[in-house]
């Protein structure tokens, strides 16, 4: 054999080698042994826990109060709250059409027979505050803002 066949032999050898170590060896996904390599492990197995995800929060409670024949049914309801807290009022009707005011936070809402008007807000100032039918001229509900 000559020089420069004995180059290309080696050459060629070498190509091969590089070649086989690249396809043969091990994965970084793969255990040390290879695809066909058998692994013992004396270690526990590890389980994975999913968590639900967390209920959607409830909705607002409205302190509510209903209209029939254009009066309060039960009287006249009394609701309390602390300065700085947000108030949230309902209120329903069957069949009375009318406006309702807060007076003392100046908030009105035109209230449709059938349905219903809210009102959600801070409340920012204490006393007593009357909640009407504003045409009527009739007292649904008091809200009473205490010091917070």
């Known amino acids: 054999m000559t020089g420069s066949s ?10 091969l080698l590089v070649v086989a170590f690249v ?5 970084d996904d ?10 013992t492990s004396t270690a526990p197995a590890q389980t994975t826990t999913t968590q639900a995800a967390p209920p959607p929060a409830p909705a607002p409670r409205y302190d509510s109060v209903r209209v029939r024949a254009g009066k ?16 949230r009022i309902e209120v329903r009707s069957s069949d009375t059409e009318d406006e309702v005011h807060l007076h003392g936070y100046d908030l009105s809402k035109q209230l449709p ?15 007593i505050f009357e909640l009407e039918l504003e ?13 917070g």
């Open 6 to 15: 004995r180059i290309v032999v080696l050459l060629v050898t070498a190509a």
């Open 23 to 27: 396809v043969l060896a091990p994965k």
């Open 30 to 39: 793969e255990p040390a042994g290879g695809a066909s390599g058998t692994v």
């Open 72 to 87: 309060p049914v039960g009287g006249v309801k009394r609701i309390e709250i602390e300065k700085g807290e947000r108030a």
């Open 113 to 127: 027979a059938g349905g219903r008007v809210r009102f959600a807000f801070e409340a920012d100032a204490e006393g």
């Open 135 to 147: 045409r009527a001229g009739v007292q649904i509900a008091e809200l009473v803002v205490e010091p």
